[in-house]
């Protein structure tokens, strides 16, 4: 099974709306990410998750908020959105290696619309 | 810094004809990787290839191919035989040999592949 799943496919949400994005993988990967992607525009990374704690985070404001409460499964808790936000969310999940770079696998998205 | 150009914006090619998708990269890192993803329209991104610093070799795999220089900091993507189903955009990008790291995308290639 190489693969990724997100839910809800879309989403529209109000400024004032809480909402969460969740993703899921059963390959047994240890690294999972969020990603913010404009159109026309490359992946954005946001969060990285290394074996369960959070590891990276570029400088994400405070209303995007992840979670990850087990090795399979990756939330993104959203809250007072702008619409600005409005984006497609990618999740990743990549294996861990200590010595290389591995590649990282993708979800098909959650696309978002903040009104 | 490292940094990665996709100087095509968009391509344009009737089916069954070769394109090739330029790739140069910058890093100050002796050891680093190499990636291909393809982004359909559907959203996903789908990993297509990694190459590591010290394997020059150049690969192919059905109708791709991929011409790694580390000589002129070139990582080129080759569709044969195009076909309509390899419409979709190409990212190129590069990391360092760590994984759960943060990988740095190109600005992608729009392919579009006419009937």
């Known amino acids: 099974d190489t693969e990724v799943t997100q839910t809800p496919k879309h989403l529209v949400m109000g400024m004032t709306n809480k909402k969460s994005l969740k993703c899921e993988q059963h390959m047994g990967h240890r690294a999972m990410y969020w990603y913010k992607q404009k159109a026309k525009k490359p992946p954005e990374l946001m969060f990285v998750?290394?074996?369960?704690?959070?590891?990276i985070n570029e400088s994400v404001p405070s209303r995007f908020s992840p979670e990850c409460p087990n090795s399979s499964l990756l939330n993104l808790h959203l809250h007072a959105l702008q619409p600005e936000d409005s984006a497609l969310y990618l999740c990743?999940?990549?294996?861990?290696?200590?010595?290389?770079?591995?590649?990282?696998?993708f979800g098909p998205g959650t696309r978002l619309t903040v009104t | 810094a490292q940094k990665v150009t996709q100087a095509q914006t968009e391509i344009s090619v009737v089916e069954k004809e070769d394109v090739t998708l330029d790739c140069v990269y910058e890093?100050?890192?002796?050891?680093?990787?190499l990636f291909w993803y393809k982004q359909p329209p559907s959203g996903e991104l789908v990993f297509l290839i990694r190459?590591?610093?010290?394997?020059?070799q150049n690969e192919i795999s059905g109708r791709y191919s991929w011409n790694f220089q580390k000589s002129t900091s070139s990582f080129n993507f080759t569709i044969t035989a195009s076909q309509v189903v390899d419409s979709a955009v190409y990212f190129c990008a590069l990391t360092r040999p760590l994984s759960a790291s943060k990988i740095i995308f190109g600005s992608g290639t729009r392919l579009s592949i006419r009937p």
């Open positions: 890093t100050r890192d002796t050891t680093y990787y």
């Open positions: 190459r590591n610093s010290f394997d020059e």
């Open positions: 998750y290394s074996y369960e704690k959070l590891s």
């Open positions: 990743a999940s990549s294996q861990i290696n200590m010595l290389a770079a591995e590649e990282q696998y």
